[in-house]
């Protein structure tokens, strides 16, 4: 994985939640970054989550439910040294998609299909999220930011879970979460080219062509 995003939301029950945060401070103490770090905060208690965790000056932070840019801001200072990604998982914060990646202290957008789906009593499958994913990234690529597609819940459905990474990649996502290990290795591939020497040999053609365009 390119990156690692540890939950403190949805993952930790209410009455863990302190203590959870302790865990994530004693791991990344120790941690050696091999890869960037993310946190996911909880939108009722990211403050007090935010000022622990900021001494870790490496860490990102993933904003749930993010609708608009103000409820968030009281931790703008923080969030200026620390990349923020905003996870959208509502129609409110679809509607507002385009004020969200017009902010600068924003570096990427990612969708939350489960929630999102479950608020509006939608179907969560890729062909009936064609309308919202299209904004995400369209919105996202004109403002110069990456955009994340929602995670496959299809573990054990390899041709459902194929479907809907290729999906993704096809609508121009930069990549798309995921929950479990066996994910991986698909999604790195539908999202890069497996084939350097193919790409080797499109340039040497194109080179010896000397035209303009040129078709393989």
């Not at 801001?73 to 905003?86: F, G, R, S, T």
């Not at 957008?109 to 608020?119: I, K, M, R």
Request: some cysteine; proline content about 4%.
């Amino acid at each position: 994985a390119d990156i690692v995003i540890i939950d403190l939301e949805d993952s930790i029950s209410a009455d863990d939640k302190d203590n959870a945060l302790e865990r994530i401070c004693g791991f990344l103490e120790k941690y050696h970054q091999e890869k960037p770090i993310f946190v996911r905060l909880n939108s009722n208690r990211y403050i007090k989550e935010a000022e622990r965790l900021k001494k870790f000056g490496k860490l990102g932070f993933m904003l749930p439910k993010f609708e608009k840019p103000e409820s968030y801001e009281k931790c703008l200072e923080i969030w200026e040294n620390h990349p923020v990604i905003a996870l959208i998982e509502t129609p409110s914060g679809i509607v507002n998609v385009e004020k969200i990646v017009s902010c600068n202290w924003i570096v990427a957008v990612a969708f939350g299909a489960e929630d999102y789906t479950a608020s509006v009593g939608m179907k969560n499958h890729p062909d009936m999220l064609l309308y919202q994913k299209s904004m995400l990234v369209t919105y996202a690529k004109a403002n110069s930011k990456k955009v994340f597609d929602t995670p496959s819940f299809s573990i054990g459905d390899d041709d459902t879970f194929r479907y809907d990474v290729d999906s993704s990649a096809a609508l121009g996502f930069d990549g798309k979460m995921l929950i479990h290990p066996k994910q991986i290795e698909y999604i790195n591939n539908a999202f890069s080219c497996s084939d350097p020497e193919y790409l080797r040999k499109i340039v040497e053609e194109y080179e010896r062509s000397g035209k303009a365009v040129l078709v393989l």
